[in-house]
């Protein structure tokens, strides 16, 4: 999966993983571990704009990653340096 590490998305994959067997978690779920993702990714994807995989030729953001922490942002309001604690 790093070998060829061309979407910023992998890194949030892991850096979930080894966040949640760091707390000790033995078990999880797909839901929880995509959690971790949105909230490690909110602040450079709100505050830098980062584009996860880049953009599609038509514009639109291509990653989903970045599409649910942008869909998330216009929901909830929520600032880009909103805590999770």
Sequence with gaps: MMKNPSYCYKFY?????VHLISENVKETTFEEIIDE????????????????SGLQSN???GDGLERAIL???????????????
């Design 13 to 17: 994959w892991l850096e979930a993983i």
């Design 37 to 52: 993702m949105i909230a490690n990714a909110w602040y450079s994807v709100r505050e830098f704009h980062i584009h996860l």
């Design 59 to 61: 514009g639109n953001v």
């Design 71 to 85: 869909l998330l942002s216009r929901i909830s309001d929520l600032p880009a340096n909103a805590s999770i604690l």
